[in-house]
């Protein structure tokens, strides 16, 4: 059994090895005599996704950095490999045999915090990768259009009047996914009437935001001073009080709305050279635009009933993966989805690390992106706007 | 065998506003055909119709028999591929992966290596090959188009249809752009339709030229047949002679016919 175990991890390594080597040949040896221009244009692009592909590995071992400093990083200190051996020993089902305190803070904890951070990064930074080409709108994400006010909006009716379209533990979710079909719907009749600017969307996301927010402001004045407590903290964007069953859950969303988005990945890359030639290739517009916008309203729904409004992340880390790795959906969306978990982890370990206080992450995402947003604008091409 | 494109009693109004109708046309020869007449005489609109983008409002299009509004747009799209006129990519990939876009409505997710030897074979005959690794917005005008016809091309398609391709180029690629054209109809045998304005351009390259004028079509047949002086004086409004050189209309133009003198 081990035999088998250690034969499979050479395995693995020879043939990375072997593929880095090809990457190597291409980039170093540009010999391609004897091949016709056809097979060199061939050649060529194989290389060029090869490098692609050493870009997803680099981010993958930061994620992987990022997870293994969170979970030792915070007041009570554990070293890696109990932390290791503890998380290893709940998959596997074996007894624990760790302090029960430190067993606490990394299973009950630390774990479901990190999860949600991904959760949370993965689908923010997927949603907004989406909007992003499907508008041919640099500015757009969850966050800009409005969809998450509208999905927060649902939430607080939730959680202060109790008001849910459906009884039961997803009556919240479903009330956000209601709330955060409002946004998109707007979009879609903006986008089939009006050929809306860039600056249009993110204009009218920014006035219905207004409008959801003074509703949320009004649902939280009459409510019960108990229940806005709650809400009050969740507001600004925490990841604070998650569990393993509400992971589950956010989860679900996330998993789905990122799968159907992943599958439109080359229908975004035709709609980001405009409607009519999307169309001219088969593509039936409108109805992708829907598909599109409900997914958004998934994952936005799923991520901002657990952790209130995370702002600025779906929108920067596509920008991110698109600087690495170039505008093809087809690798910007997983690779918008490594940055956004990274992100959302980077702000989650500034405050477990170097304050000496709980600030709730959505804070400083906000006090990051909403510079980054503003010199975006400022930078923004003539051309766009 | 030749696609076979047949638009029957076409017309389209936007509201109240009729801007051609009766309109009755087929292209079943292989070759470069080339639409001429004045702004907003609806050039653009004919494509439209041919590709479902838009619903004529009277009349209909068959593609090899078949009505186009029965036929979803997947459909249309293995048999018409089409060049817009613009190209503004927000988000800009590299030329091979914009050409391989060419390849959707034959493949799935991920590209074939077919797909991948008919798109450089594509970049190959727009003389391109060189350009492959570039990132799209990089290229000048001339590159930009050609990038395009190599993406439309990537379709394999029977109908070629190119909203001015001609237009923002230097005069050496616009004869480049049209000489390739010309070649890549009659190489693959398929209609390429070109929207076209400058005359000359148009007579030196297409088989045939049909001008639309006044919400119809004003003539329809081979260049020296259809670029006369008095058609041209009669579409633009303009005083026009025709001479003729390598055999073909060339249009010289004279300033006057203007409604302020």
Request: proline share 3%; glycine share 8%; hydrophobic share 50%.
């Amino acid at each position: 059994m081990k035999k088998l175990h250690t034969s499979g991890i050479r395995k693995a390594v020879s043939s990375t090895r072997n593929k880095m080597s090809d990457i190597r040949h291409h980039y170093r040896e540009k010999d391609y005599s004897g091949l016709s221009e056809e097979e060199v244009t061939i050649a060529q692009y194989k290389a060029h996704r090869w490098s692609k592909l050493v870009v997803i590995i680099g981010m993958l071992i930061l994620f992987v950095v990022l997870v293994s400093l969170l979970l030792i990083v915070g007041e009570y200190e554990i070293d890696i490999g109990t932390v290791y051996s503890i998380i290893w020993d709940h998959i596997v089902g074996n007894e624990i045999t760790a302090d029960p305190m430190a067993d606490q803070v990394v299973w009950k904890w630390r774990l479901p915090t990190i999860l949600t951070a991904i959760g949370v990064g993965v689908g923010l930074a997927i949603a907004g990768a989406a909007m992003q080409s499907m508008m041919k709108n640099p500015l757009a994400d969850p966050y800009t259009t409005g969809i998450s006010s509208g999905a927060a909006l649902g939430a607080t009716i939730a959680m202060t009047a109790g008001i849910t379209i459906i009884n039961g533990s997803y009556g919240m979710i479903v009330n956000a996914f209601v709330f955060a079909l409002i946004p998109s719907a707007f979009i879609i009749a903006l986008s089939k009437f009006r050929k809306p600017s860039p600056a249009m969307i993110i204009l009218s996301g920014i006035a219905l935001m207004y409008v959801f927010n003074a509703a949320q402001s009004y649902m939280m004045l009459v409510a019960d001073p108990n229940a806005v407590a709650a809400v009050y903290s969740w507001t600004v964007g925490s990841l604070e009080g998650m569990n393993w069953s509400k992971v589950g859950i956010m989860f679900i969303f996330v998993v789905l709305g990122s799968c159907i988005l992943m599958w439109e990945a080359r229908v975004l890359n035709a709609m980001n050279s405009g409607d009519s030639y999307a169309k001219s290739l088969g593509i039936n517009v409108d109805r992708v635009r829907v598909i599109i916008l409900v997914s958004v309203s998934i994952l936005a729904a799923g991520i901002v009933s657990f952790t209130g409004i995370i702002g600025f992340v779906g929108l920067v880390a596509p920008h991110i993966a698109r600087i690495l790795t170039g505008a093809d959906n087809r690798i910007l969306i997983p690779l918008s989805a490594l940055v956004g978990a990274c992100l959302v982890m980077v702000a989650h370990l500034f405050v477990e690390g170097f304050l000496s206080f709980a600030l709730p992450v959505g804070l400083i995402t906000s006090l990051i992106g909403g510079p980054i947003f503003m010199i975006m604008i400022i930078r923004q091409k003539n051309e766009v706007w | 065998m030749t696609t076979n494109i047949e638009a029957t009693d076409l017309g389209v109004s936007y509201g109240e506003v009729k801007v051609w109708s009766g309109i009755n046309l087929k292209f079943s020869e292989p070759g470069l055909i080339s639409i001429l007449g004045p702004n907003g005489v609806g050039k653009s609109t004919l494509m439209y119709c041919i590709n479902k983008i838009l619903v004529p409002t009277e009349g209909n299009v068959k593609i090899d028999g078949e009505d186009v509004s029965d036929l979803s747009f997947k459909d249309i799209a293995l048999k018409v591929a089409y060049v817009p006129q613009a190209s503004n990519e927000t988000f800009a990939m590299t030329v091979m992966d914009t050409v391989l876009m060419g390849r959707y409505p034959h493949s799935g997710f991920n590209v074939s290596k077919e797909d991948l030897m008919i798109a450089s074979k594509c970049l190959k005959v727009m003389q391109i090959s060189h350009l492959a690794m570039r990132n799209f917005n990089e290229l000048s005008a001339g590159q930009h188009q050609k990038v395009m016809i190599a993406r439309g091309l990537a379709q394999e398609p029977d109908l070629l249809m190119l909203d001015e391709p001609t237009s923002n180029l230097d005069i050496y690629h616009q004869m480049q752009v049209m000489r390739m054209l010309a070649r890549v109809a009659k190489e693959r045998g398929i209609i390429v339709l070109t929207i076209c304005h400058d005359l000359n351009i148009a007579s030196k390259y297409s088989d045939r030229v049909v001008i639309f004028s006044k919400g119809k079509i004003f003539c329809d047949g081979t260049p020296k047949e259809v670029i006369t002086a008095e058609n041209i004086s009669e579409v633009y409004k303009v005083k026009a002679d025709v001479t003729m050189v390598e055999d073909r209309p060339y249009v010289l133009f004279y300033d006057g016919g203007f409604e302020d003198e």
